[in-house]
């Protein structure tokens, strides 16, 4: 079983972009979402798609369960999917050994631009980029699937300033 092992911050600042090693274009929506729980279907540059299954209270750790699926299967998902489909650009950057991803919101949450970095264990201590903002590691209102399920809960309750 793979872990899911992340921190999560604003961004305060664009001097992320000079850096960028790729990008993709992504669409997202849960199929079923619970406080501990959730099944995600995910587009790529609308030419590949994943399930995802996350499993665990933690706010750095869970288990992450993902497979490919076919893109037309994913569309179809996405239509029943439970509150809104998020749809964001990430970029991915390195610095000093580690790879942040850096989503940039459209849609519904234009505007709010999100930093995560994946790390190997919950004592790897990833150099932070002076780019960053606040820390928001655990904080549920930035997790994506509240952004998703919860959106016309809190809609206004999100920026990078917060």
Known sequence: MAKE?????????????????????LRQGYIASMDDRSVRVRTLDGKKARLTIKIGRSAITRDEFEYDIPVADAEELLQNASGIVIEKTRYRVPHEGFVWEVDVFAG??????IAEVEMSSETDSPGLP????????????????????????????LSNTA
């Open 130 to 157: 002076s780019w960053l903002g606040r820390e928001v590691t655990g904080d549920v209102r930035y997790s994506n699937q509240a952004l998703a399920t919860e959106y016309e809960h809190d809609r206004h309750g």
């Open 108 to 113: 519904e949450h234009r505007g709010l631009v």
């Open 5 to 25: 092992i992340e921190r999560k911050f604003l961004v305060r600042s664009d001097g992320w972009r000079s850096a960028v090693e790729t990008k993709s274009v």
